[in-house]
């Protein structure tokens, strides 16, 4: 049995009190990869930005809002992990300054100055030293040229390719390449159906049981 890590859901980065810049990331990937693990009696901690999907019991959910927040609680965990899957899709800029009060309109355009946050799986697949990463690559162009990058960048053993239309849906079509920019497997179906199949992936590349 093996201790995965897995992030999940979107991050908000606020502009005011009330106003944020996030994704429509839902968690239900998240959900359903947490599931499939837990079936292969994996052990599960998942670090989630705010959803409404409700993960499963057996499961350790740490709550997370901003990027910040989700990067700081895996690195608290991935230590004592034995990989982790990314499957969470953080907010990737910020605002430069954060409004302490609500910002009203004005008739005029607004101007926002936006950097970027930190690369959780990057970060983490640095620190990696013996524990394997698995990205996920959401892309519209050019998806695997983009996805091949992003592994050798990220440190990925594995990374999973899909499309915007994952987003909020119940169905995801993926790719899961290696490092070398093979096609090791593809799944297409619901999230569930995909989730495991991506897991028996890992089991049979990765944690080195076939499922």
């Known amino acids: 049995m093996s201790h995965l890590l ?4 979107p991050t908000r ?21 947490a599931e499939a693990a837990l079936d292969l009696s994996h052990e599960v901690t998942i670090v989630s ?8 019991l057996r499961a350790k959910v740490i709550p997370v809002v901003t990027t910040d927040e989700m ?24 605002p430069v300054v954060v409004e302490p009060g609500k910002i009203q309109k004005t008739g005029q355009p607004l101007t926002l100055q936006l950097v970027e946050t ?3 799986v990057a970060t983490l697949g640095a620190e990696k030293q013996a524990r394997w990463v698995v990205g996920f690559a959401l892309e519209t162009d050019d ?9 050798e960048k990220k440190c990925c053993d594995l990374i999973v390719v899909n499309g915007p239309e994952a987003m909020h849906s119940t169905h995801n079509q ?38």
């Not at 998806?143 to 592994?151: C, G, L, M, W």
């Not at 390449?177 to 028996?200: C, H, P, S, W, Y």
């Open 49 to 56: 930005g705010p959803v409404e999907v409700t993960y499963p």
């Open 174 to 211: 993926v790719e899961i390449l290696d490092r070398q920019g093979n096609v090791v497997a593809g799944f297409r179906g619901t999230k569930e159906g995909v989730a495991r199949g991506i897991l028996r992936v890992i089991q049979e590349r990765l944690i080195g049981v076939k499922a």
């Open 118 to 120: 930190p690369d959780i």
């Open 143 to 151: 998806a695997r040229f983009r996805a091949i990058v992003k592994a």
């Open 6 to 9: 897995l992030t999940s859901g």
């Open 71 to 94: 990067l700081a609680a895996c690195r608290e965990v991935f230590p004592h992990c034995d990989g982790l899957i990314g499957a969470a899709a953080p907010c990737d800029y910020r």
């Open 13 to 33: 980065q606020y502009l005011d009190p009330v106003r944020y810049l996030t994704n429509a990331s839902s968690g239900r990937m998240g959900k359903a990869l």
